[in-house]
């Protein structure tokens, strides 16, 4: 349990390091960032109107932390296979490694969440908004959580078994699955996402098994 909350400490501090913060040259970074928030929080928000309250954008935007949390955790163990003396020595490091990952990609699309209702209330004052039940919310949080966390897994695994070129071409192939799907049943994913999370989990357990057995044999 030390080692899991000492590996958080470490990652949370190279995490701000990989997005740009308290490192030369992290302006860069930092504008991509902006421009995501600006993009996904002003802009969509304000040209959608008051469709941006409707479940399935809004359980579609919960879903997208997937999308910055598993490259995230792609790149942080690309690191490892590069530099041996940053690969991670047990689970519990790996874990740590992946719950920063996931954390990062849910505090973003939170960001973008807010900054769209804002948006939206700021631009319809007297629209007398009605935002998603909290059911839908919660399963559609739960969902994004897990499937973050089973993707971050899954980089995770194939960049140490494979390598991390092998893992961005598999995330390629996920997202635009996700896309796919997304744009053919998006209505669905409210009523989906306690299915799919449960889904989600199943899927990241069997991932961190294969993680602690390539660390098992890595040592």
């Excluded at 959608?48 to 997937?66: N, R, W």
């Excluded at 296979?81 to 699309?109: C, M, T, W």
């Excluded at 969440?113 to 700021?122: D, I, R």
């Amino acid at each position: 349990m030390d080692s899991f909350f000492g590996s958080l400490r470490h990652e949370g501090k190279a995490l701000l390091l990989r997005v740009g913060i308290g490192r030369p040259g992290g302006s860069r970074t930092i504008l991509v960032h902006v421009v995501l928030l600006v993009v996904f929080g002003i802009f969509l928000p304000w040209m959608k109107g008051l469709e941006f309250t409707d479940p399935a954008i809004v359980s579609a935007y919960l879903c997208m932390s997937v999308v910055f949390a598993a490259p995230s955790a792609a790149e942080a163990f690309s690191n490892a296979k590069a530099h041996s003396n940053d690969a991670p020595q047990s689970l519990a490091e790996a874990s740590a490694r992946i719950a920063v990952a996931v954390f990062y990609g849910e505090v973003l699309v939170a960001t973008m969440l807010v900054a769209g209702m804002a948006t939206v209330v700021l631009t319809h004052p007297h629209a007398g908004l009605f935002p998603p039940d909290l059911t839908t919310l919660a399963g559609a949080g739960l969902l994004g959580i897990s499937a973050s966390f089973a993707l971050a897994a899954a980089a995770a695994w194939i960049t140490l078994r494979f390598s991390a070129n092998a893992a961005r071409s598999a995330l390629r192939v996920i997202f635009l699955a996700l896309l796919l799907m997304f744009y053919y049943w998006s209505r669905w994913l409210p009523d989906f996402a306690r299915t799919g999370a449960l889904l989600c989990v199943v899927l990241g357990i069997a991932m961190l098994l294969g993680l602690r057995s390539v660390l098992h044999r890595a040592t």
